[in-house]
């Protein structure tokens, strides 16, 4: 695959958790939350998009947002768990999707806030219609996902170098 092939990053919050006596990152999804995550992933299918990898981390909100949002899929994708995505800053998130294969075109990352707002922020350099207005209003709520386009290699990712294609929250 070329690395001008044109790709997308699409970055999903996970769904709301509930505060049990646990460490946060053992935190489980709340009700709202299980109901939530299919309904975004029915909206991750609705967009089209092949995914070629899921990047999940290793939080339990994370998972198991991962696990209803995926069976809405028309497809499975790869999934990996990556510790490296829990309490990532932008930077840090960066450096991962730097690492990615240039093999996949489409990537799905399941992750935190305030990772998943300030990343989509800091890579989309244009916007698409309101998508960026959109997406700063709603602040990036749990469910939420982001979905921006580039070409070029995934070594190539930096601030800037994407178009915000789309934004979507629940209850918005």
């Known amino acids: 695959m ?8 699409v970055l ?3 769904a709301k958790a509930d505060w049990p006596q646990v460490s946060d990152h053992e ?3 709340a009700d ?4 939530d995550a299919p309904v975004a992933g029915r909206k991750l299918a609705e967009t089209g998009i092949p995914f070629d ?10 998972r198991e947002t991962w696990k209803l949002a995926v069976q809405e899929l028309p497809h499975r994708p790869r999934t990996v768990y990556e510790e490296r995505l829990y309490e990532a800053s932008p930077g840090e998130l960066i450096a991962l999707l730097n690492e990615v294969s240039d093999e996949v075109r489409n990537l799905l990352v ?16 244009s916007a698409e219609g309101d998508a960026r207005a959109r997406m700063n209003r709603g602040g990036f709520p749990t469910s939420a996902f982001s979905v921006l ?10 601030h800037g170098v994407g178009t915000l294609l ?5 209850h918005s």
């Open 27 to 29: 935190r489980p999804l």
């Open 166 to 170: 789309d934004y979507w929250a629940p």
């Open 2 to 9: 070329s690395v001008d092939t044109p790709r997308r990053i």
């Open 110 to 125: 399941i992750g935190h806030n305030p990772g998943m707002h300030a990343l989509s922020d800091a890579l989309a350099g």
């Open 32 to 35: 709202r939350g299980r109901a």
């Open 53 to 62: 990898l899921a990047l999940c981390s290793t939080a339990a909100r994370t």
């Open 12 to 14: 999903l919050r996970h």
């Open 149 to 158: 386009g580039f070409g070029g290699s995934w070594k190539s990712v930096e």
